[in-house]
């Protein structure tokens, strides 16, 4: 799965409003709303969860994101947090067609569902993240905390 991935996160509850302005500048990538509405249901399919409707890509979200994926490629990751044995549930693809960027990969966190994700939401403050290339970059605590523990298992698939 290596490729470029289109690595975006669905992150229930949290929408980010932006005030634009005359002053705002110019996207390096411009909107693309067909994109805007598979990316929606590419979060949406992590809803799904770990099923077989999921794995064949035959779920309604699924459907809906008008992205061929490669039969076989999808990939679950669950991690237990706290007292949930699968706080955190991700997929990972390999998209063929349908993709405005072209082939790729996709990886889609589900969003907060259950209580030891919203404690993880709790912690919102910002802390440095060790990004190669990106020396003050600062992400979510309770994000990067669940990051850095599915880390190696999320590299390990995207090397298949």
Sequence with gaps: MRRSLHFFCALSGIVPWIACSDSAPTPVFPYIPSAGRAFAALAQAAYCGPV??????????????????????????EEGELWNRNATFIYLARVTTGFPQGDGCILSFRGSTN????????????EMADFSGCPKCRV????????????????AHLSE
């Design 52 to 77: 077989e409707r999921l794995r064949n890509w035959t779920c309604g979200p699924c459907r809906r994101a008008g992205i061929q994926i490669v039969p076989g490629s999808i990939r679950f990751i």
């Design 115 to 126: 209580a030891a994700n919203w404690v993880k939401d709790l912690q919102g403050w910002r």
């Design 140 to 155: 979510e605590a309770g994000f990067y905390s669940i990051w850095k523990r599915v880390e190696e298992k999320v590299l």
